[in-house]
């Protein structure tokens, strides 16, 4: 076994873990509950978190290596009671149906507004282009992003 | 047997007396994106390379020096990447899997794995990059392409690669892949670079293919048949011709050898043409 310090959520975090063990397995095992195992190979993006504020893989990504480091899952940006902007866009135009490449979309479009404020729908497209959604043909999701940009720039952001 | 433990290597030395020690049960560990997906039962111990200082991207003279465990998405945003032949080396990355896998998986990670379906590999060999590392007793350096004829994967069991050096070009590159879609592996890739003389006429030309379903390797008969011509859309035609009768090819699961001829030939000379615009500077 091995104690690791990191920060999950902007919470301080002191875990043991076992050295071979998968971030998703381990943020699964804290509670985060958004983060979705669809292949474990790096293909559909269900298991997307931002470490240190980038999109990674938890899937591919050993606990071990986030020693130190922040992580973010959809937990940390926002709750039912207390939805992130994107959430309420999502929400607002249908973008979500089974709701299980959700959590991952939104983190990549997190990141994806946190560097271009204003994208166009080919921009949207391309950052989401390794997150799969088998439900909603990716149309309302590039809404979605788009809409909460909007927001953004108008100033409904957190 | 399932890992037992895991080391963050502190720099080269330690990495490497680890893995000494390991005696074929330990494995080098950068990105994960390879290593986690297919590890080998009989590793017990990983040793995380990412922590060894070896990350960083400079300048150096007209080429550019890449620290192994630099990720590609640093590479494709560095402003020495993009100052680099036009951007080249950065425009590649951009081709390589999504966002988030290239947030993670690095520049010696991809040189080590080196699926013969990857870009980079093509990229490099086409470039001429010269991989340098370092084993117990000394450090080594070979062309990427040199590396890649030799038992590499028996090399790298008890070495570290630490950098990857480009050398520095007078004249333009251009990468061509086709995918199923953005996100997928290379159905076929290649990589050509062009440079002119005094008089216009083509000086060197550098042509690499990839994921034929084999590893990168040089069409050296193409770029012959290249030098001394003067560039013209019949000459990409015609080199198109001597790459479908030159090319070696495969069949595997994702596509046939005969639509991989046809396809090599069609983007070699799209490349070219590109490369050629890129060095007269009308793209
Ligand atoms: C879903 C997916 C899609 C992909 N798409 C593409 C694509 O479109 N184009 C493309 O070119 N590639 C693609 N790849 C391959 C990817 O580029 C490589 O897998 C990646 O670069 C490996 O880097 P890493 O740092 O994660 O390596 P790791 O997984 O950490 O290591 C890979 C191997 O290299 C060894 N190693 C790592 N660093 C060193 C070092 N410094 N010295 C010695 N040995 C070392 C490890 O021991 C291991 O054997 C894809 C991979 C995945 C999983
Ligand atoms: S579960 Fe990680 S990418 Fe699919
Ligand atoms: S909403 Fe079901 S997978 Fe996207």
Redesign the pocket.
Known sequence: MLKIYFELNGEPMYVEIKPGEMLLDLLRRLGMKSVKEGCR???CGACTVLLDGKPVRSC?TFAAKIKGHRVTTLEGLGSPANPHPLQEAFLETGAVQCGFCTPGMILVAYDLLSRNPDPTPEEVREAITGNLCRCTGYVKIVEAVLLAAKRRREGVWR | MGIKRFHYARDVEEALSLLAAYEGRG???????????GLAPEVEGLID?TTAG?AGISADGGGLRVG??TT?EAIRRSQEAQGYLGGFLAKVMG????LP?RN???????V??A?P?????TALVALGAEAV?QNEELTEKASVEELYRRPFRAI?RR????EVRFPAWDGAFAFEKV?RNA????LINCACGLGLDGEGKIAWARVAIGATPHRAKRLTAVEDFLTDEAPSEELWAEAAHKMKTEVEVGDDMRASAEWRRSAAAAIVRRALDRAAKGVTGDA
């Not at chain 2, 379906?117 to 590999?121: L, V």
């Open positions: 190979t790096g293909e591919l | 494995a080098l560990l950068a990105g994960g994106v390879d290593l986690a997906r390379v070896l192994a465990t590609l081709h390589v899997a999504t896998l993670m998986a690095t520049l010696g990670g991809a080590v794995s699926h379906w990857a870009d980079i590999p590392w790298f070495a570290l690669l630490t995918a996100g997928d592996i290379a």
